[in-house]
Each structure stands twice: as structure tokens, then as C-alpha cells.
């Protein structure tokens, strides 16, 4: 059984960082991908960042040039580092792994940037 857990989230200002991790109960080697998602209030769950294989990039557009996920075999982490956040930021940020057709989840962190 895969276990992610995420932490990191908070209440940033605009303009501010934040950076979230999630940490695997096991071997990260096998996934195929791991990535964050986000969802708003009222929105549904969107892709904010993938790494594949464990060298390609994928970013959704409204992130380009601010977030940056890594990816750490030898601790079993993947990482989001958010800079120049917006409000428009705000969602809970979940972990994500996918490991042949099986895809994990974490519980979700709170991401609010707000003055």
C-alpha cells in the first residue's frame, strides 16, 4: 500500500513562496510519474505540475515560470517549490503517483494566498 503525504501548505501573501513536499511510505524509483494537482473551491481538480520517468517536465500554463517540481529518488520526496504566488493560487494541492495503471493520492495541503 502506497502512502503520500504532503506538507508545506500554509497562508502566503502575494508575491510570497511556498514550498510543498510529498513524501512516499516506500521507493519512489518505480512511479512512473509523480505530480501535484490543485483544486479551488467549486472547481474541479487540475494538473499544476508532472515529472516523468523522472527527468521530463510538464507545467500547466498559469504556473510556468513560478512553480518547479523535483524529484528526489534517494528520500522518496517529490517537491513544488511556488514562487510569485496569486490569489488565484488558493486550492488544496495534492500529491500524485502513478505506478503501471495504478494511480495514489495524498490527503491534499492547504495552499491560501491572500493579504
Avoid at 500500500?1 to 506538507?7: A, D, I, N
Avoid at 510543498?20 to 467549486?42: D, E, K, T, V
Avoid at 515560470?65 to 488544496?92: C, H, W, Y
Amino acid at each position: 500500500q502506497v502512502q503520500l503525504v504532503e506538507s508545506g501548505g500554509g497562508l502566503v501573501q502575494p508575491g510570497g513562496s511556498l514550498r510543498l513536499s510529498c513524501a512516499a511510505s516506500g521507493s519512489i524509483f518505480s512511479f512512473n510519474a509523480m505530480g501535484w494537482y490543485r483544486q479551488a473551491p467549486g472547481k474541479q481538480r487540475e494538473l499544476v505540475a508532472v515529472i516523468i520517468s523522472g527527468a521530463l517536465t510538464k507545467y500547466a500554463d498559469s504556473v510556468k515560470g513560478r512553480f518547479t517540481i523535483s524529484r528526489d529518488n534517494a528520500v522518496n520526496k517529490v517537491s513544488l517549490q511556488m514562487s510569485s504566488l496569486k490569489p488565484e493560487d488558493t486550492a488544496v494541492y495534492y500529491c500524485n503517483a502513478v505506478r503501471g495503471g495504478t494511480i495514489h493520492w495524498g490527503q491534499g495541503t492547504q495552499v491560501t494566498v491572500s493579504s
